[in-house]
């Protein structure tokens, strides 16, 4: 059979290099969203700007209530399913994501930071806290995603909730 030559040589060849181009421009597209959704998975600086901005407006609150309060508050993190395969290709389920964070309260600031980075500025969540100069504030360090706020008539105080 015959079969009729749709392109020349010339053309047959601009369109391979088309398509090779093109398929290139497709799999960089596709490496850098996968790369940038693999980095919002494992960071850390939503789960930290989200703690101080809820941590604050709370403290905020509480020094704008007028009668006494006890709150306390805890922190879990999201929790990511991974799944793995042993060697025998049975399937493994591991459910492992908590955030363990320093929350560092500082006259009217709250600063949200990984344990051991204090020092790195760009780990920092910093926020700020509307403090009630009437009401005495106990500046202190939390070291754990639980916490509670003790406000009397003078004073606030925020504790580790054990």
Do not use: C, H
Request: net charge neutral.
């Amino acid at each position: 059979m015959y079969f009729k030559k749709r392109f020349s040589k010339k053309a047959e060849t601009s369109l391979i290099i088309y398509v090779i181009i093109v398929l290139l421009i497709v799999i960089l597209i596709a490496v850098t969203l996968w790369v940038y959704i693999d980095n919002i998975v494992n960071n850390k600086r939503f789960e930290r700007e989200f703690l101080a901005r809820d941590i604050s407006l709370l403290t905020t609150t509480v020094f704008s209530s007028p009668n006494d309060i006890v709150l306390a508050y805890s922190y879990k993190g999201p929790q990511i399913e991974q799944k793995t395969l042993n060697k025998d290709n049975s399937e493994l389920l591991q459910v492992t994501r908590e955030f363990n964070f320093i929350y560092d309260f500082r006259q009217n600031l709250l600063s949200v930071y990984e344990p051991g980075k204090e020092n790195d500025e760009t780990n920092k969540a910093i926020f700020y806290i509307l403090e009630d100069k009437a009401i005495l504030f106990s500046e202190k360090k939390i070291e754990q995603n639980s916490m509670k706020f003790i406000k009397d008539n003078v004073q606030l105080q925020v504790e580790q909730n054990d």
